[in-house]
């Protein structure tokens, strides 16, 4: 499916944000591109690059004549930027977003774009990395990957295959299920893991010999605790916004550590190797796929 | 300083054994290099690719007139090993070994080879990887990496320093320490981050849904996890040689899971934050080092 969007309005343009500018320029899939933002000296990046065509000072401005409004923002700032927008959109603008956690934003919706939930549709595209900013994007950073699209009971069918086709002009490969899902799935496979290295670095680095302990860790401990090196705040918005399926993830890692625990206390060899096997069994065919 | 070998017997020619003997070679550190090992196809390559100079097919003719014989096989083999060398060792001959946990080999070398211990030094190169065999081998593994001696009671002057400058001309980093210690220290910084990993792994492997759930991980999970692809005989060996350590370490993180589960329970947003605001800078602090 092609599509052409004429103006599209991104609200933080950042490594996520402008790479989706980046993309849709390169598959002249979009007009014009406006970007709002709380940091001008970025936004001005953003221009010099050819990110975007232009920089509005004003929501109003922005989402004036928009087909797409992006919000590209923490989750954190976007029940204000909905409240603000909310006047000034067409009736044919369709909003999307680009947030890690799905309930919570189909829930700022129904709050704050009550008038316009047809025209809502929430997704996540699965392309973090520890850069950001404007000077970070890329027209790349979507090619081959996962974008969740996460429609509320509302979304009407037009508005879908517009943020659908978006993403798909961006090389991505998206997919659709309810917001529980994707809650419950990134809970899991992201949420968990950040969680956990975030405990263990913050764990060594707490002790007295903190600076012989680092000094000694290698390649193994580099990669498993590279996610440590987010963003504080992010995290923590985002374990607040998914608590309960992020709690009900670490009540079953919990559980699943202490069964290692008992084996190793019993010199269980089996059960050891019966694990580690099965975990890098996984681990190589989900590599190789 | 400068070190001398004139015939060095290493014992599994894989990744370290065959690196080891590379680095030496090009540092013109070794004159002829002996190897032994279970494989005859990776003993003829390592032939091939000049890693060794000659095959022994006997222990006896592997240490025959060896200055330093460099016991590079996984710890479960070492016992047998030790036996199989002890009668044939010149009262010259150096032994060390490169295996991960350290308590275990020494209490092994105390056992099997009790009238060498002055010129046994137990050693650990660290520089895994996952990948193994004569053909991973390069020159360049150990340059500015570190590898920790743990010197017996018994051990000699003479015979720790001829290990330590092998390794010097390997272009490693030598320290010096008691075993216990370099066990805690590695319970912390690697076993334990690797059983976290598996025990993730394995978790979600296990889900009904474990296919879905693979598809949507993304990078951040590909390297918390990627020490999950790791021999699970190896791992199962060293979770049981570092038990007590290890168990000492899993309990710790235990109590800190646990403190987490319980700010997120109680949705204590500065706790959160605070944890993996500490874990950020210690992590970003490390890889700048």
Redesign the interface.
């Known amino acids: 499916m092609t599509t052409h969007i004429n103006k599209l309005a991104i609200f933080g343009v950042g490594l996520i944000g402008g790479s989706v500018a980046l993309a849709l320029k390169q598959a002249a899939a979009v007009g014009e591109v406006v970007g709002v933002g709380r940091s001008r000296a970025n936004l001005d990046a953003a221009l010099k690059l050819g990110i975007i065509d232009r920089i509005a000072t004003t929501a109003a401005a922005a989402v004036q004549g928009a087909d797409v409004v992006l919000l590209a923002v923490p989750v954190g700032q976007m029940a204000a930027l909905m409240l603000e927008i909310a006047p000034h959109l067409g009736a044919e603008t369709v909003i999307t977003d680009a947030g890690s956690t799905k309930q919570d934003v189909a829930a700022l919706m129904q709050q704050h774009l009550a008038a316009h939930l047809p025209n809502c549709v929430p997704g996540h595209p699965?392309?973090?990395?520890e850069t950001c900013g404007a000077a970070a994007a890329r027209a790349g950073l979507y090619q081959g990957?996962?974008v969740?699209l996460t429609p509320l009971p509302q979304s009407n069918k037009a508005a879908l295959e517009k943020v659908r086709a978006l993403w798909q002009a961006c090389g991505a490969k998206v997919s659709e299920m309810p917001a529980t899902q994707h809650d419950a799935?990134?809970a899991?496979?992201?949420h968990?893991?950040?969680?956990?290295?975030?405990?263990?670095?913050?764990?060594?680095?707490?002790r007295d010999n903190?600076d012989?302990?680092?000094?000694?860790?290698?390649?193994?401990?580099?990669?498993?605790?590279?996610?440590?090196?987010?963003?504080?705040?992010m995290?923590?918005d985002i374990?607040?916004a998914n608590?309960q399926a992020?709690?009900n993830e670490?009540?079953?890692?919990?559980a699943?550590?202490?069964q290692?625990?008992i084996a190793?206390?019993a010199?269980d060899?089996a059960a050891?190797?019966a694990?580690?096997?099965?975990?890098?069994?996984?681990?190589?065919r989900?590599?190789e796929?």
Do not use: C
């Not at 699965?126 to 990395?129: E, K, N, Q, V």
């Not at 012989?212 to 705040?233: M, W």
């Not at 670490?250 to 919990?254: L, R």
């Open positions: 699965i392309a973090g990395a990957r996962n969740v799935i990134f899991t496979v992201s968990l893991p950040h969680l956990l290295a975030y405990t263990l670095v913050d764990m060594i680095a707490r903190a012989t302990l680092f000094s000694f860790a290698a390649s193994g401990f580099r990669d498993f605790t590279r996610i440590a090196g987010s963003s504080p705040e995290w923590r374990a607040l608590r992020l709690l670490i009540e079953q890692y919990q699943s550590l202490e290692m625990r190793l206390t010199e060899a050891l190797e694990t580690f096997k099965r975990a890098q069994t996984a681990r190589v989900w590599s796929e």
